[in-house]
């Protein structure tokens, strides 16, 4: 991919932000290098609106399920871009071992910690409240990541202000070198409820 490419993408990324008039908030607590972001996932363009909140040079990467790779051309966009696939039917051990990769080489990460899009900030999906998966700690736990909870305002409507707030970024305390399953299960927790008490909500979207 050359620059034509990304001075497109920049220029696209320019026209989103105007048509959903994002106002970005605490975005000077960014650290520069080995971030896990963390967002709560009101939306199927949160990626896209996060993404283009950041400079141009934060070196983002993020999952996305392995289902939109199939088209070539796509998957080809979509890595140049900074993702790489997910397999979302059971464990997969290479998009792990991918994410870890990004983070010790000294870039960033975006996962969402609920794995799905819970729409119109309701706080469930297929009948099951909203829950932070463990798998988001893990990595950002044993790739010694900074995490960094992030609100994503959900309703994402075309001349409306859609709201991004990034949080404080914190190091999450565990014991040993990649703590229990209770531990992780509860920094996981933890920054999902952070990302959501950014928007003055709790966990599901329901008002604080």
Sequence with gaps: MNRVFFGIIWVLAQILRLLYRIEVKGLENLPRNGVLLCPNHASDLDPVLIGICLPINYR???MAKEELFRNRLFGRILRALGAFPVNREGADIQAVKTAMKVI???ENLLI????????DGVGYH????A??????????????ATLVPVFADGKKRMLHKT???????YVPR?????GTSEELQKVADDVLREAYALG????GGAPL
Excluded: C, K
């Excluded at 709201?163 to 970024?169: C, D, L, R, V």
């Design 200 to 203: 003055g909500q709790a966990v």
């Design 60 to 62: 983002l990467h993020f």
């Design 112 to 119: 969402f910690p609920e794995g799905t899009t819970i729409h």
């Design 131 to 144: 829950h932070a998966h463990s798998g988001i700690a893990m990595i950002g736990v044993r790739s010694g």
């Design 174 to 178: 565990i014991t040993g070198r990649r």
């Design 104 to 106: 010790h080489e000294g």
């Design 126 to 129: 297929d009948g099951l409240p």
């Design 163 to 169: 709201t991004i707030i990034f949080g404080e970024p």
